[in-house]
């Protein structure tokens, strides 16, 4: 398979995520686990960034800290110009609705919604409504118009991860995080759903956070952080799948 590539024009380097200096631990005392040792990073407008590493290296902590789905023991995680560290639990909830989105292996739908309605469940929560235009854009770039009446059980998992993309992208979020976006899927569904994110980067200047394990799913990314025991140890800019697989083969041997 040829590795995708993203056509990128000249523009300001504008930072909507940084991460600086976190550590998080759990437990106490002997029984202390260190899921994040001093790890600090920038992601810009418009870049597709993937976390990779061994089990336990960290990358789902990094990604929960950096998303505000989990607090840090220590450090900071700056979304725009607001702290996420320094906001109440309220202050969190409503940053999380208004700025970001995700999208988890696990699709995270209401079974008694249509995918619709699930797909706008966000605006409707936060009482408002998006754009015809976009909401439009979004559900024919997924293949979706067809499937709007249906219910998630009416649904093939491919469809379903779709609508969760659908959901987390019609805000129009600063961030989109992603972790294990593809590890439900089949192959040839699971490139479709990368192939809209790498669009939705290059044509939106959306910017996309992805956790995965696969090689073939981080190749579509901008670069690759690599993650081990709580620590970035490695970067890779313009990956492709052999790049990758020949990094994880070092770090894993």
Not at 19 to 26: E, G, M, N, P
Not at 61 to 70: E, K, P, R, S, W
Not at 92 to 118: C, I, Y
Request: charged share 25%; aromatic share 6%; proline share 4%.
């Amino acid at each position: 398979m040829d590795t995708p590539t993203s056509q990128h024009n000249e523009r300001p380097v504008e930072h909507v995520a940084v991460a600086i200096d976190l550590t998080k631990s759990y437990g106490r005392g002997d029984g202390t686990v260190h899921a994040l040792r001093g790890v600090s990073a920038t992601f810009s407008r418009g870049q597709f960034t993937a976390i990779m590493g061994p089990s336990g290296s960290g990358k789902s902590t990094f990604l929960h800290c950096l998303a505000g789905l989990d607090t840090v023991t220590s450090g900071s995680v700056v979304i725009g110009d607001v702290d996420l560290t320094k906001l109440s639990r309220t202050e969190l909830t409503k940053l999380r609705r208004d700025r970001l989105g995700f999208v988890f292996q696990s699709f995270n739908l209401l079974p008694m919604l249509t995918a619709e309605e699930n797909i706008r469940l966000t605006d409707r929560l936060g009482g408002r409504r998006a754009e015809a235009g976009w909401f439009d854009t979004i559900v024919n770039a997924l293949g979706l118009r067809a499937r709007l009446r249906h219910r998630p059980a009416e649904l093939s998992g491919g469809q379903q991860q779709r609508v969760a993309v659908a959901r987390a992208l019609l805000t129009r979020p600063e961030v989109l995080f992603a972790d294990e976006p593809t590890g439900n899927l089949d192959s040839s569904t699971g490139t479709e759903v990368l192939g809209f994110l790498r669009t939705a980067v290059d044509t939106h200047r959306q910017t996309v956070i992805m956790v995965t394990h696969d090689p073939v799913a981080a190749a579509y990314a901008d670069r690759v952080l690599f993650l081990a025991d709580g620590r970035i140890v490695d970067e890779l800019a313009a990956p492709t799948n052999d790049l990758v697989h020949a990094r994880m083969r070092q770090m894993e041997g």
